[in-house]
């Protein structure tokens, strides 16, 4: 059973930075595309932020966090990063690890619905 688990979230000023850690367990990820979602409250969906494919050749950004935040992911641990620099109140949201059977990683697939599994999710707070 595959298992995302998050941490790293808090409380932090604007224009400080935190570093989201997603532990993937359950199943190798090879060939699969692992990703950072968001949703804020009152929202109904979450909002895409990151993702990159396994084999580490394609990444891709939210317009909103490009030059702020870098995925990155460790193979020896099976684990994904969000590094989140200058971070804005308009962050402060839930951020949810999320993995992708396929491998494909393209625009059409930056979203809620072409991923497969997730995890709890960690609240991330920015204050002014």
């Known amino acids: 059973q595959v298992q995302l688990v998050e941490s790293g979230g808090g409380l932090v000023q604007a224009g400080g930075s935190l570093k989201l850690s997603c532990a993937a367990s359950g199943r190798a990820f090879d060939g699969n595309v692992l990703g950072w979602f968001r949703q804020v409250p009152g929202k109904e969906e979450r909002e895409f932020v990151a993702a990159l494919t396994w084999a580490g050749l394609v990444t891709r950004y939210a317009d909103s966090v490009k030059g702020r935040f870098t995925i990155s992911k460790d193979d020896a641990k099976n684990s994904i990063y969000l590094q989140m620099e200058n971070l804005k109140p308009e962050d402060t949201a839930t951020y949810y690890c999320?993995?992708?059977?396929?491998?494909?990683?393209?625009?059409?697939?930056?979203?809620?619905?072409?991923?497969?599994?997730w995890g709890q999710g960690t609240q991330v707070t920015v204050s002014t």
């Open positions: 999320a993995a992708r059977r396929s491998n494909i990683l393209t625009r059409a697939t930056m979203t809620p619905g072409a991923f497969d599994y």
